[in-house]
């Protein structure tokens, strides 16, 4: 029998481990969505007040806010009012992403990190929803935190907006305020 050493398996598990996205459906004081996406241990992440496109013709504002704890992947239900964001969250799509034509996982980083830090980044989505290049590009003569998400012309595209597309479980739960 053949011994794999733990930390062997526990790198090439790293190496090998896909980055993930969330795009939350947020109705906060006004209903916006929130595009989270996986990097150096944390949710990068953008607001979105119109939501996502899949449309290459428009042209979305996303304002990047604090980076998230990698635990709001999977969070759903109801921030309390009085605290920052209070409403209701739900998870309108999630996936995994990568930097294009690259499939590791260290050059995936470092070229989505290069990307936020140029203010040009450009990534995969495989979501059930948003799938296909996307760009996300910093505004230059707007707030610093002001971006654009921009869909490519690829076989994904189309004119339908995906934006009025209910969360999976947005008739479901029922949560309660607290």
Do not use: C
């Amino acid at each position: 029998m053949v011994k794999v050493e733990n930390s062997d398996f526990k790198k090439e598990k790293i190496k090998d481990k896909k980055l993930k996205f969330v795009i939350h459906k947020h109705y906060a004081s006004h209903l916006h969505f929130d595009l989270r996406l996986e990097l150096d241990g944390v949710l990068k992440s953008w607001a979105m007040p119109k939501g996502p496109t899949m449309n290459p013709r428009d042209k979305r504002l996303a304002v990047m806010v604090d980076d998230h704890a990698m635990e709001y992947e999977r969070f759903e239900g109801i921030i309390p009012d009085g605290s920052y964001g209070a409403g209701q969250v739900y998870i309108w799509d999630s996936g995994t992403y990568h930097f294009p034509e690259i499939e590791d996982n260290e050059n995936n980083s470092k070229s989505l990190r290069e990307g936020i830090s140029k203010g040009h980044l450009i990534f995969v989505l495989e979501g059930n929803l948003m799938k296909g290049e996307f760009a996300l590009i910093k505004l230059k003569k707007a707030s610093s935190k002001d971006w654009l998400l921009i869909k490519k012309n690829d076989e994904f595209a189309t004119n339908t907006d995906i934006s009025l597309i209910k969360a999976p479980s947005e008739d479901k739960n029922n949560f309660k305020r607290s």
